[in-house]
């Protein structure tokens, strides 16, 4: 039986961006490193490395991050949904059903 449709989707949905975050991030670090073929006139190469390589590292740093929590996020809605559905197959086998809230 499957329940919860809409959290399924969007756990997939956010493993998909997950993995487009990765891709835009190698992306743009490959920019970066790639514009920095000279240093502009009056600025000493090594500073200039230096601070296009350190910009590049904090990208980088930052898309890996972005990825491992939006890929988390849909593993976190994956396993929340095994729970349910192994607590809900559980309790039928001892025979029991779900407890309704009389409130609604």
């Known amino acids: 039986m499957t329940q919860y449709p809409v ?14 975050v ?6 743009v670090v490959l920019a970066i490193v790639g514009s920095g ?6 600025l000493p190469p090594a500073i200039f490395w230096i601070t296009t390589l350190g910009g590049a590292l904090l ?3 930052a ?11 849909g593993e976190i809605i994956v396993l929340l949904l095994a729970i349910d559905e192994h607590l809900r197959r559980t309790l039928a086998r001892l025979g029991g059903a779900p407890e309704q809230n009389k409130n609604g």
Do not use: D, E
């Open 7 to 20: 959290l399924r989707v969007l756990a997939a949905i956010l493993k998909i961006v997950a993995a487009f």
């Open 59 to 61: 990208v980088a740093l």
């Open 22 to 27: 990765l891709l835009a991030t190698v992306l």
């Open 63 to 73: 898309g890996v991050l972005s990825t491992l929590l939006l890929y988390a996020a």
């Open 37 to 42: 073929v000279s240093s502009p006139p009056g």
